[in-house]
């Protein structure tokens, strides 16, 4: 037996189909997920005892964020970005990210609350060598985390060059401080 469909059904049957495509992030009622935009600050160390301001390279670059684990953001600093992707944690937490001074070759990251510094999905950590180092010194680059139990900086394990974009990137498993080395070569 054929099944036919009444033609005055059509029109509804049209607008379920479009509803369950829509689902319910088109409705009034859509849940709301709040964004904050990414905050960054430059701070100018002093040093009290000299009567001239600290030279340029002592400034502090400092980015916080507040991220939806469900939807991950980024946050960046000087070179260094943060790509902290959808379900990489549960909840909120605020994401930071420090350098030094601007052209750094070192970042300090943290999450707040500290719980959420165990990544159930690694996050990226892009550094952009362009106009800092030459492609040949790119290219024998890698990240390296300090270990706090040691005291010694150990290579992240997966970290990669890309030379088309003159980055050098690493999944993280949680935040730390991290340099980008140039085998060879303490840091850049």
Same mark, same amino acid.
């Given at each position: 037996?054929?099944?036919?469909?009444?033609?005055?059904?059509?029109?509804?049957?049209?607008?379920?189909?479009?509803?369950?495509?829509?689902?319910?992030?088109?409705?009034?009622?859509?849940?709301?997920?709040?964004?904050?935009?990414?905050?960054?600050?430059?701070?100018?160390?002093?040093?009290?005892?000299?009567?001239?301001?600290? #030279?340029?390279?002592?400034?502090?670059?400092?980015?916080?964020?507040?991220? !939806?684990? =469900?939807?991950?953001? /980024? +946050? @960046? %600093?000087?070179?260094?970005?943060?790509?902290?992707?959808?379900?990489?944690?549960?909840?909120?937490?605020?994401?930071?990210?420090?350098?030094?001074?601007?052209?750094?070759?070192?970042?300090?990251?943290?999450?707040?609350?500290?719980?959420?510094?165990?990544?159930?999905?690694?996050?990226?950590?892009?550094?952009?060598?362009?106009?800092?180092?030459?492609?040949?010194?790119?290219?024998?680059?890698?990240?390296?985390?300090?270990? #706090?139990?040691?005291?010694?900086?150990?290579?992240?394990?997966?970290?990669? !060059?890309? =030379?088309?974009?003159? /980055? +050098? @990137? %690493?999944?993280?498993?949680?935040?730390?401080?991290?340099?980008?080395?140039?085998?060879?070569?303490?840091?850049?």
């Amino acid at each position: 037996m054929k099944a036919h469909s009444h033609p005055r059904f059509r029109p509804l049957l049209a607008l379920a189909i479009l509803s369950l495509l829509a689902g319910c992030s088109m409705m009034p009622t859509k849940p709301a997920i709040q964004r904050e935009e990414t905050r960054a600050r430059v701070v100018q160390t002093v040093d009290l005892e000299a009567s001239t301001p600290a #030279p340029t390279d002592s400034l502090e670059v400092v980015a916080s964020k507040t991220v !939806v684990g =469900l939807v991950g953001g /980024t +946050v @960046s %600093a000087g070179h260094f970005t943060v790509v902290v992707p959808p379900l990489a944690f549960v909840g909120v937490a605020t994401v930071t990210a420090k350098v030094p001074f601007p052209d750094a070759s070192q970042c300090e990251l943290g999450i707040s609350p500290e719980d959420k510094n165990q990544f159930l999905t690694p996050v990226m950590l892009v550094a952009n060598m362009d106009g800092l180092l030459p492609p040949d010194l790119v290219a024998r680059s890698h990240v390296q985390w300090l270990n #706090p139990a040691t005291g010694k900086w150990q290579q992240v394990h997966g970290s990669t !060059v890309d =030379l088309a974009n003159l /980055t +050098v @990137s %690493a999944p993280l498993q949680h935040f730390s401080q991290y340099r980008v080395s140039v085998e060879g070569r303490a840091s850049w």
